[in-house]
Structure formats: C-alpha cells, structure tokens
C-alpha cells in the first residue's frame, strides 16, 4: 500500500520562497517569453495552476476560441507550472503576463510584495469541494476537523487553510496528506477521508470512474474563486491595458456565449 506524508505543513513563507526558487528555474525563458509584450507581438503568456488548458474549468477559452472572440490574438501557456505559487511568482518576475491562482494563494503573493493586481473575475463564487466518499456521514466542511485531506501539492494547503477557517475549524487539526498526482484516488484507496477538489474536476473525475459525494464550496462559503492576475505596473502602459482588454474581453465573451447556449 502506498504510504504518504501526513499534515506535512508549509508556512506561506516557506511556500512562496519554495515558489520563487521554482520560478528562477524558469529564467532561462524569460526573455523569449516577455518579447510577447514587448515586440508587438499578439500573444499573452497565460499560466494555469492545471498546467494546461484542456480542462473542463477553461471552457469559455475554448468557446471564444472556436467563435473567434479573440482575433489575432494568440495565448502561449507557460509549461512546467508545478507549484502553487508558482504562477503568480512568474508573472511578477515577467516570466509570463498573466497567472490564475486561489484568493489565498493570491493573498500570500501580495504578502510577499509581488505588485501583482486582480484584473479580472470569472466567477464571483467558490469552486472548490472537497470529494468524500460515496454515502459518507461527512457532510460538512466543520466535520473535517482532525480529519485526513488529501492535497496534490503542499502549497494548496494556501487554499484549503482560509476555507477551514471560514467553516469554523482549525487549520492546524487537519492532517495533510501529501498525495501528489494519486491524490484524486486518496479518498478511495482509504488513505484519506476527504480530497480537494473543484467545479471542472468533478465532472472529470466521474468520467473516469471515480464515484465520490462532495461537499460543495458553493454552497457555503462567501470567498471567489480564481481571478487573472497582472503585474500592478503593466497598467501604466496603454499597450499593455489595451492588449490584456482585448483578451479579457475574448474569455468574458465566451464564457457568455456558454450561458446563454448550454449543452
């Protein structure tokens, strides 16, 4: 049986030094991947904390895509993202232009002095649940007090730490279960009681195979979800404004389209 590191805990220092020796690993990128912005090149260098954009949770990019809504406008996404920080640390040492991290996440960069802003929201609600297994009496994120939560990285515990405390628990109860890429099969496999999770991913896990009850973060907590991010200072320059609009634009017009034309 696989055995995993439990409530092995970073401080959000210790998460955004870890972060930024990982983005100094990219560094060797930089001047190609900033040349986007300044060259005049139509593109925008986009980090995901999925490192990819084929997922469900990225459908209004693909909806603009298809219907056009971006024009010229091309998006390069940064490989190799990795860490929960790590976008945002990208962006703000102009490795990228653009990061899409957690309000807690978030909230840890800003603590750190990266000058990074919130330029735009896409859902103003929470995505993230947590997976319990089928017929659980665990039905309430304050039941999860002292129990074992699985977590594909130790930083997303910058996710989950402010939703504990939110629902009334103690952050430092809940035994981390270091699972990294199983740790969609933690819950199943018995090695944890409970698994992060969000809104794209339920679907993706059902599909294959991985039937679980989940404690929807919509339905309680008052926190959003993921907003794009931007260097502060990027909104002094008008090319910038008017590139990052543009492209905005083109997710906000396909994420409206969605609505208005579901499956």
Not at 53 to 68: F, T
Request: glycine share 12%.
């Amino acid at each position: 049986m696989t055995r995993y590191p439990m409530n092995s805990r970073l401080s959000r220092r210790s998460m955004i030094g870890a972060g930024a020796a990982l983005a100094g690993g990219l560094a060797f990128t930089g001047g190609r991947l900033q040349a986007s912005t300044q060259d005049g090149r139509n593109s925008v260098v986009w980090t995901s904390p999925r490192g990819t954009l084929e997922v469900y949770d990225d459908y209004g990019y693909w909806v603009a895509l298809e219907m056009g809504y971006f024009g010229d406008l091309e998006t390069e996404l940064l490989p190799g993202i990795i860490e929960a920080t790590s976008g945002g640390i990208a962006v703000a040492e102009g490795q990228a232009d653009m990061s899409f991290v957690s309000p807690g996440v978030f909230s840890a960069l800003i603590q750190a002095g990266t000058g990074l802003v919130s330029a735009w929201h896409q859902v103003a609600q929470e995505t993230f649940d947590f997976a319990v297994a089928k017929a659980s009496d665990l039905t309430e994120v304050s039941q999860l007090e002292g129990m074992r939560v699985a977590l594909g990285d130790p930083g997303w515990s910058l996710i989950t730490d402010p939703l504990f405390a939110q629902a009334g628990v103690d952050p430092a109860s809940v035994q981390y279960v270091q699972a990294g890429s199983s740790w969609a099969q933690a819950v199943e496999s018995g090695q944890a009681d409970a698994s992060l999770c969000w809104e794209g991913l339920r679907a993706q896990w059902g599909a294959v195979g991985l039937e679980y009850d989940y404690i929807l973060g919509k339905e309680w907590s008052e926190f959003p979800s993921n907003s794009f991010q931007i260097r502060g200072e990027d909104i002094e320059d008008d090319s910038l404004t008017e590139l990052y609009t543009s492209y905005l634009r083109g997710w906000a017009m396909g994420m409206e389209f969605a609505y208005w034309n579901p499956l």
